[in-house]
């Protein structure tokens, strides 16, 4: 038989079918009281007859052991005799009450409190209510003297505060704020000391149009905290007041409110109609972090950390379209070339790569088919998703040298297959899904500014024509780049100013760290040495908290360094800097600058050759500036090769970050070293 216990209010046990179980007198009781307090815990005999007595009886245990048997019998009534007890069981040298956490109507009320953590207003609302009319009295209301009582009482008793709070807070948001004025205001009259409370109950009724009795309400909690603590109220209470006495906009819900509203009521809906293990929840869930990621800092590293999990659930379901499907949904716009988490880019392109190979295979014959059948449109769209999620996960992945060849095949593949299928399905999104992938496998050479600028513009333009917002800042950031690369300084400005404004209008608040280092660049390019360095030491401070470690790490100083090159200033050496994942080839110009030639020397000759990306040039201008310095002549003459296509632009600028000058400097720094 299935027993349940309670404890908010007098102690007592009931029945499955809810007939409340004789359970004696308060000895009796207290036992099983204090028996629920050790939560499934063993309490020996010597305990309890400490407990239960200040003064024991000489036949304390006895009398013990006879409230054990009668509780047994209330609890297990049907139990045959000299049968083991399953609910209070003997162990040692006491007794143990084995309830399951549902059976408790303490443990059940802290389940689910805690369970709404990250719920939404609408949930918590119904779910505290429901739980707050478990109560029927003070926790253990029969022994609230009782010193073994006394910790756990006041535990509980806590916690409904907490529960009725956050309630009403709920119902606030939920624009509800009439139903909480009158709890709240029973509330702040019997606990007059809790100033989550007082404030509350301001807000609630600021909202409901009564600035007075808010007003009002804030000089009674004033003077009760005066009265009774001899406190003044805390920060947050004295700011509220200042905010109604000013009617700051943030108070009044409006607009924000309703929509805050509606969001509440839907995802209530749907958590209630849409099962947790359903394959329609994980596809929405990974849309709904496709979403966050762009919301900010915090959102984006979240977004990370949970997409990989949502992909292995996707897997795991055997099902290689619900995995397509998963992995394609988070199609985020990616403008860096190095990826923030590298190992989980990797295990990304393998899943992609083992979806691939488990669809149907593609026609013999590529491209658009007037007999093709929806089924066969869906596998095409699958496939140009996973497609475009190995190009653009491959970033950061290609090496300099002859071993660019080999490692740049597949993405480079991937990326033009994703192209190609997307423009005979003739799908906006997917087309700049796809030429995100394109764009990322153009590095595989220096001097591409103009074909990624092209790549910039066709996205631009496919976004703005299919409302595709994210995607329009996209393709404008890819033309600041391009644009700088080129020193079209007006150009970028043009592009950095459109990307500002989608990103304000469209709420995408990482879109300001990029277009803010622009303008750090910008400075460097035209202004004064100092200026530029005070711009960059402003910039870098936008990288903090924004989630993007791999835009981050090594940028400062490598910014930094760049304005000393680009202006001809003697290097100055940061010992203490960290130069992130370019320090191999920024090494070789520090031990040139201290004097070492022969380390620097050496350094050069051990390096790795940069890889292809948005700083591949820049790298190479201080390769090959270093090799020239100290007479490395194979290295200045591939340097030389790798920069030659590039000779028109500025080393670097393609970056939207940094330059260290025109490239055409460093060949001819190159070539009089070769000459000489």
């Known amino acids: 038989m299935r027993v349940r216990y309670g404890v908010l209010g007098a102690v007592a046990a009931w029945s499955p079918d809810g007939e409340a179980l004789a359970l004696k007198g308060p000895r009796h009781r207290a036992v099983l009281a204090r028996l629920i307090v050790a939560r499934r815990q063993v309490v020996t005999v010597t305990r309890l007859v400490e407990d239960l007595w200040e003064r024991p009886p000489d036949d304390a245990v006895g009398a013990v052991r006879t409230f054990v048997s009668a509780l047994r019998r209330a609890l297990e009534p049907e139990r045959p005799p000299r049968s083991p007890s399953r609910l209070l069981v003997t162990e040692g040298s006491g007794y143990a009450l084995r309830a399951a956490p549902d059976d408790v109507d303490a443990w059940r009320f802290e389940q689910a409190v805690a369970s709404l953590a990250d719920a939404q207003p609408a949930r918590v609302a119904d779910r505290l209510t429901e739980a707050l009319a478990w109560w029927r009295g003070p926790a253990y209301a029969d022994f609230g003297d009782a010193p073994w009582a006394r910790g756990e009482r006041a535990r509980l008793t806590e916690l409904r505060l907490h529960a009725l709070e956050r309630r009403a807070g709920a119902r606030i948001a939920l624009g509800e704020a009439a139903r909480a004025v009158p709890d709240l205001d029973a509330h702040v009259a019997e606990h007059p000391w809790r100033e989550d409370a007082w404030q509350l109950l301001a ?20 003077g009760m905290l005066a009265e009774q603590l001899g406190v003044d109220p805390g920060p947050r209470l004295r700011r509220l007041e200042e905010d109604i006495l000013r009617q700051a906009e943030h108070l009044d819900q409006g607009a924000a409110g309703t929509a805050a509203q509606v969001w509440a009521q839907a995802t209530t809906a749907y958590e209630s109609n849409v099962s947790a293990r359903s394959r329609v929840h994980l596809e929405s869930t990974v849309g709904l972090m496709r979403d966050l990621a762009v919301t900010g800092g915090g959102g984006l590293e979240s977004a990370r950390h949970h997409r990989v999990a949502a992909v292995a659930a996707a897997e795991e379901m055997g099902d290689p379209e619900l995995t397509a499907r998963v992995i394609g949904v988070f199609d985020v716009p990616a403008i860096w070339t190095r990826a923030d988490d590298p190992e989980q880019s990797r295990w990304l392109v393998g899943a992609a790569e083992r979806t691939l190979r488990l669809l149907p295979p593609p026609p013999a014959v590529p491209g658009p088919s007037p007999d093709a059948s929806p089924a066969a449109d869906a596998h095409a769209a699958a496939r140009c998703r996973l497609l475009a999620t190995v190009a653009v996960e491959s970033r950061g992945a290609l090496p300099g040298g002859e071993a660019a060849r080999e490692t740049t095949a597949r993405p480079l593949q991937a990326a033009r297959q994703a192209e190609e299928i997307a423009r005979g399905l003739d799908d906006a999104a997917l087309l700049a899904f796809a030429l995100n992938g394109t764009f990322m496998q153009t590095f595989h050479r220096a001097g591409l500014a103009a074909r990624r600028d092209a ?70 390019m035209t202004g004064a040495p100092e200026s530029a360095r005070h711009a960059y030491e402003q910039a870098a401070v936008c990288l903090d908290g924004a989630g993007m470690p791999g835009l981050r790490d090594g940028l400062p100083p490598l910014a930094l360094l760049s304005v000393q090159i680009a202006h001809g200033e003697p290097l100055t050496v940061d010992e203490a800097a960290d130069w992130g994942p370019y320090e191999p080839w920024v090494r070789p110009t520090l031990l040139v600058a201290q004097g070492r030639r022969e380390e620097a020397g050496a350094a050069l000759r051990a390096m790795p050759p940069p890889p292809r990306d948005l700083l591949f040039e820049a790298m190479w201008c201080l390769v090959g500036d270093a090799a020239a310095a100290v007479g490395e002549s194979a290295v200045t003459r591939r340097a030389l090769a790798q920069l030659a296509p590039a000779a028109g632009e500025q080393a670097g600028a393609g970056s939207g970050l940094l330059t260290f000058g025109p490239v055409a400097d460093h060949l001819r720094v190159m070539t009089a070293a070769l000459e000489s």
């Open 203 to 222: 807000r609630a009724l600021y909202r409901t149009g009564r600035q007075a009795d808010a007003l009002s309400v804030l000089r009674r909690a004033r």
């Open 455 to 524: 790549i910039g513009a066709e996205v631009v333009d496919l976004a703005a024509r299919h409302g595709l917002a994210r995607y329009e800042v996209l393709g404008h950031l890819i033309r600041l780049q391009s644009g700088c690369a080129r020193r079209d300084l007006a150009g970028a400005d043009r592009h950095a100013a459109a990307a500002d404004a989608l990103a304000a209008r469209h709420e995408l608040p990482l879109v300001a760290v990029l277009t803010t280092w622009y303008r750090a660049l910008r400075t460097a």
